[in-house]
């Protein structure tokens, strides 16, 4: 997390890094502060599915960290991460 590029957006903060290895990766921080098991393992599913959707438009591999922030699981998830993956790719494409 702490090489690349951050974007983060009002539920979400997506830190990127360009890599030269071919599969892209993903990994998720959701803390106790975004809530209880279920509500935490809930954010965990949508956004490994979001991730999952949104790695192979990816013009190049990736390393990607997504960090959940408390209120996501009421939040419109997948926009806010939509726009902030695709700020990261803008930074990282420049």
Do not use: E, W
């Amino acid at each position: 997390m702490r090489q690349g590029v951050r974007a983060g957006r009002s539920c979400v903060v997506v830190h990127a890094r360009r890599t030269d290895l071919p599969p892209s990766r993903a990994g998720f921080i959701v803390s106790k502060a975004v809530g209880k098991a279920v509500v935490r393992n809930r954010v965990k599913r949508r956004l490994r599915h979001l991730t999952a959707d949104a790695l192979p438009s990816a013009p190049f591999s990736v390393d990607v960290v997504v960090r959940a922030l408390p209120g996501a699981d009421q939040a419109d998830l997948g926009s806010d991460f939509r726009s902030a993956f695709t700020a990261c790719l803008d930074r990282l494409a420049a």
